[in-house]
């Protein structure tokens, strides 16, 4: 193993949901085509997708595991990768800054483990409310006569995980329809409603997995969800600064109607800037002169620093 791959590999590890499991055989893919691969026009994107494969999976808005298989896979058939593929890619473009990447990278470890604590208080609520469903006798009578009615273990997962469906963003349920056919349609039809009734997002064994407020990044934005059994407390609840600064990672600005009105102010600036920048250029004017003739069209004093207009003029 070269030592490229090695050090590939072992930034894989270090993150969450056990990645090295997932992308690792990718990586190695990548490590080993042939060097002809290399003048391949799309190799490069194949770099761009590898750096994508060391962020968090929170931040992927796309299967970047997949979609580099598919690139390695036309790369080795040595086909030219087709119109919409090239468009995705150009899409998604690179991955987020480091910075913002170690941020989400550690909050992806804490809710591995279930663990929000760093995000929010009033974990007793969670814990009176768990303690008094595992001394209901009703729910565990419910529970029982669904055992006998089923054998639970036939959509137990490998940890004996049993997970109602999930209800996504604004309240999309994409597989919402009534299905009866077939018994495990039936099943999840009834373990669906009594999650419902017992506030969990499903069972371990004979434990109820109850519902939890949590605070979870997605590519698209930050969601706090609050379980329906929760008596919020907005000021107690939540560790708003830390919230803050999670959701702030991946480079939201500061707003408001002030900040809102300059950034209008400064964008119309630059675009006038632009354009007389453009015609300065035209009329064939250089250097000083030119920098002095387009600050003169903005307004601004003659002594002011070139700089001031060279940011102004890179801005988008």
């Given at each position: ?143 029982n006569r669904l055992k006998e009615i089923v054998d639970v273990r036939r959509h137990q997962d490998h940890k004996k995980i049993i997970?109602?469906?999930m209800v996504q963003e604004r309240n999309f349920r994409p597989d919402f329809g009534f299905r009866w056919k077939k018994p495990a ?16 997002y499903g069972m371990q064994g004979d434990r109820p997995l109850l519902l939890r407020l949590t605070v979870n990044l997605t590519p ?97």
């Open positions: 193993m070269n030592s490229t791959l090695r050090a590939d590999l072992e930034r894989l590890k270090q993150l969450a949901y056990h990645r090295v499991e997932w992308s690792g055989d990718l990586l190695r893919q990548i490590h080993r085509l042939p060097r002809k691969c290399r003048t391949h026009p799309a190799y490069g994107v194949l770099q761009v997708l590898r750096h994508w494969l060391f962020a968090p999976i929170t931040l992927w808005p796309v299967d970047v595991d997949g979609l580099g298989r598919w690139v390695v896979d036309a790369i080795r058939a040595g086909r030219r990768l087709e119109r919409p593929l090239v468009l995705l890619t150009e899409l998604l473009g690179e991955p987020p800054e480091n910075a913002a990447q170690e941020i989400v990278a550690q909050h992806e470890h804490q809710v591995a483990k279930g663990d929000y604590e760093s995000l929010l208080m009033a974990r007793h609520k969670y814990e009176f409310q768990e303690q008094d469903l595992l001394a209901n006798p009703e729910f565990v009578a419910e529970w997970r109602r469906r349609e039936r099943f999840q039809e009834i373990f669906d409603a009594f999650c419902h009734r017992w506030n969990l698209f934005g930050t969601m706090i969800f609050i379980p329906a059994y929760w008596s919020l407390d907005p000021k107690r609840d939540f560790k708003w600064r830390t919230i803050t600064a999670l959701h702030r990672a991946r480079g939201v600005p500061r707003q408001g109607a002030k900040l809102g009105l300059n950034r209008l102010s400064r964008a119309e600036e630059a675009r006038k800037a632009q354009a007389l920048w453009n015609q300065a250029t035209q009329a064939g004017l250089k250097g000083d002169q030119k920098f002095q003739w387009v600050m003169g069209g903005l307004g601004w004093h003659p002594r002011t620093d070139e700089s001031k207009l060279k940011r102004l003029l890179r801005q988008p």
